[in-house]
């Protein structure tokens, strides 16, 4: 049957085409999506800045939640009427439906909101995994975060707090910084500060509070990332997982010799493909997130529902520096 | 008993003075050292610049070799005639003899080479600790390394060439380039290429025959360890353990985040710190390094032998930039 897919290609950016279903396989489901991101990442790929890009033409998205409408006979752990996400990226999720091999989704209860459904699968686990994976973080502990407002950042803070981890969260300066403060405060910020002040000396002052962080998010890179790592504990991780400014990270050898700083980065879609053949490593992820999401611990970034039909206001909205609504296309 | 020292103050940067020994303890020994280095990093803690400085005034020097002339009456592990170097840093090397706690030193056995025995402690445990602890090298992988042609960049050519690992060493452009490879080469450098070389496309030629490296060895910082960085493999470790170009190393945020690559520091004193509760893991490093030393796999460096009256020349030397040979002063 034929569905109505946002697919790009080389020569027309992105349109929306009907794409002809494979049939389906005895161990595949096909789904109706529901609700699908568009993230700084899928418009990379479009502009084939991305570090994996598909062959073209390729249906965009790489997140999203879908029902179960149909079922093979030899699948076993889904059935029609289920919501799923998908484990793996680059399926394409900008789309009315798809068929998928039952391996490639995993099953959420459908107990919670749409839209978190449809963006628990990358930065919640993003910030789960660079909060689990690279130090040991106790209660009472502290971390040191720049971007703080972004789709991850945000996710950083409502798992930190869950956790009882202290969040020193940086923004870059802006005419409505008191009300960006109390928002992200809202939602278990420990400490927002601006850019500016971390440079100043009197940010010594928070430390004789809140211990020194051991580990330090960066989502930006250049001088704010340096920044950063000037607070971090001796011994402690600086974890990269974007770079806003388009800047290097640049880290004073000192650093690396006398305080043994560790310079790390942290990529989703590779995890995700280094534990595609441990279905338990995602399903207890997505668990731990969905727990806290039902618990109203983590919630969805602020959301902008829009038609997929009207896909080229979203892209467009989406690709605007300083965008603070998440573009969801609803099918 | 009156002993000449060469220790170095606020006022006067360094001068031979005497000064009185400590009374031998139980669990003390006495030592007369035979002969001790000039390395970079107490030229550092002199000129104040270095991570760690001592109470002034000091007594210069963290690295040599002495022997024992009397044993308090609880010492078990060593015997008057034993050859000795120290395990911690700081304890002034730059002397005609010492009181030493039995705990601070180990002994060596005197069938290796005087200059072997008074420049092992620091470059190559250095050398050895990185090749071990960063990454799982077996024969056949590949290392990379700038500043190769430095005391600890000769000392990681021989260890790694002892293990069957192939080594990757840049070095600075010089009118003596052929000679220099040559010589690397003869210790068992795989590869010697300028930095230049590095910079080439057809650079690529040599990743036909050699593994990428696993692990980058970063002396230098700014460009050039950008440079190494841009060779390692994915998941590949960089690890820093000098900054001789006074740059900050400078890190591509997609290599962080899509080749994964580790961004580390390593310092020796801060290794020894770590372990000094643990006198095997000391002794186990000494003796492999010494088995090398043995078997003729891994020699001292260039050095120039300076009688500690001669002080002054020895210091002016090796304060200078691009010296080659290192200064041993000999007591």
Excluded at 45 to 57: F, K, N, V, W
Aim: hydrophobic share 40%; with cysteine; charged share 20%.
């Amino acid at each position: 049957s034929l569905v109505s897919s946002l697919r790009y290609g080389v020569f027309l950016v992105a349109r929306l085409e009907d794409v002809e279903l494979r049939p389906l396989g005895v161990k595949d489901v096909r789904v109706k999506m529901l609700a699908a991101p568009i993230n700084p990442s899928d418009i990379n790929m479009i502009q084939g800045t991305y570090a994996i890009l598909p062959d073209l033409p390729a249906v965009g998205g790489n997140e999203g939640v879908a029902q179960v409408v149909e079922v093979g006979h030899q699948v076993k752990s889904l059935k029609i009427g289920d919501w799923v996400i998908q484990r793996d990226p680059g399926l394409g999720t900008w789309r009315t439906e798809a068929v998928l091999a039952e391996d490639h989704v995993i099953s959420l209860l459908n107990d919670i909101p749409l839209l978190s459904a449809a963006t628990v699968g990358v930065n919640p686990c993003t910030a789960l995994r660079m909060l689990s994976d690279f130090e040991d973080l106790q209660p009472g502990d502290s971390v040191i975060q720049n971007a703080a407002n972004s789709g991850v950042g945000q996710a950083v803070i409502q798992i930190a707090a869950a956790k009882g981890i202290n969040t020193i969260n940086v923004v870059r300066d802006r005419p409505e910084f008191p009300h960006l403060s109390d928002r992200l405060k809202g939602i278990g910020a420990t400490y927002v500060i601006k850019e500016e002040a971390l440079r100043r000396p009197d940010i010594e002052d928070l430390f004789k509070t809140c211990p020194k962080p051991k580990l330090a998010l960066n989502g930006v890179g250049g001088k704010s990332a340096t920044e950063l790592l000037r607070h971090l504990q001796t011994g402690g991780s600086m974890v990269t997982y974007g770079g806003m400014s388009k800047q290097p990270v640049t880290i004073p050898v000192s650093a690396l010799i006398f305080k043994d700083v560790k310079v790390r980065g942290f990529w989703i879609t590779q995890w995700k493909k280094d534990h595609s053949h441990d279905a338990r490593a995602f399903r207890s992820m997505v668990d731990e997130l969905c727990s806290l999401i039902r618990q109203g611990k983590l919630t969805a970034p602020a959301c902008t529902e829009v038609g997929l039909q009207d896909y080229r206001k979203a892209l467009d909205t989406a690709m605007q520096p300083f965008t603070s609504a998440k573009q969801i296309l609803i099918m």
